[in-house]
């Protein structure tokens, strides 16, 4: 399995970015995609998941109403787009996947198998 993740910058407070992760090596029903970010000195955290079939998401509390993760089937793409960026979403995102089963606990980033490289993205005020 194999992701590349892209699509991250710079930005001031207020705008927009949309990140898009490549997913390839296998199939991917049944499986769950995810975002995780990690700011400097900080662990990696949770953002936000997509089932790849049912197409059921989640979202960190922090960027619920901000941030849409969605999916194309035919590009084994997944994106997430974020709005109303802040200075606190400065990190580095990461897109991640596994099986439904192997990442029931979605928010702990240690019961997701494969990983992308990350993706700089940075607010300023």
């Known amino acids: 399995v194999q992701l590349q993740a892209s699509g991250g910058g710079s930005v001031q407070a207020g705008g927009s970015l949309r990140l898009s992760c490549a997913a390839s090596g296998r199939t991917f029903s049944n499986w769950r995609m995810g975002w995780f970010r990690q700011a400097p000195g900080k662990e990696r955290k949770f953002v936000s998941y997509?089932?790849?079939?049912?197409?059921?998401?989640s979202y960190a509390d922090s960027v619920e109403g901000r941030f849409t993760i969605s999916r194309d089937h035919a590009k084994n793409l997944v994106y997430l787009q974020m709005n109303s960026l802040k200075p606190e979403d400065t990190a580095v995102y990461y897109c991640a996947t596994g099986s439904m089963s192997v990442t029931d606990y979605f928010t702990d980033s240690g019961k997701w198998p494969y990983w992308g490289q990350g993706t700089q993205v940075t607010v300023s005020s």
């Open positions: 997509i089932n790849w079939n049912s197409g059921r998401t």
